[in-house]
């Protein structure tokens, strides 16, 4: 079984940055995409941005050109290097494992803060 563990959260002013790393341990037969997710107090958790297992990646419009993913298969560690940080992206920082009808799990969450 899959464990995913988030860290790299933290406090930073506006037009700082902060790097996410999120740790797979564990097997599974599964092939599965990495994807980011946030959740801000009081409104729904979006899509932030997605790996999948041959590289591809995919961005939400509003962090495109600011925040970028990457992996470490020798690890098993995805990360999301954020720049150019506003408030607006003050949120808990999920990650996710799925495949379609093979996997589907998340991690704890890390909370990233931006103050103006």
């Known amino acids: 079984q899959v464990q995913l563990v988030e860290s790299g959260g933290g406090s930073v002013q506006a037009g700082g940055s902060l790097k996410l790393s999120c740790a797979a341990s564990?097997?599974?037969?599964?092939?599965?995409?990495m994807n980011w997710y946030r959740q801000a107090p009081g409104k729904q958790r979006e899509f932030v941005s997605r790996i999948e297992h041959y590289g591809t990646t995919t961005y939400a419009d509003s962090v495109k050109g600011r925040f970028t993913i990457s992996q470490d298969n020798a690890k098993n560690t995805v990360y999301l290097q954020m720049n150019s940080l506003k408030p607006e992206d003050t949120a808990m920082y999920y990650c996710?494992?799925?495949?379609?009808?093979?996997?589907?799990?998340w991690g704890q969450g890390t909370q990233v803060t931006v103050s103006s």
């Open positions: 564990g097997y599974t037969r599964c092939t599965y995409e």
């Open positions: 996710n494992a799925w495949s379609l009808n093979c996997i589907n799990l």
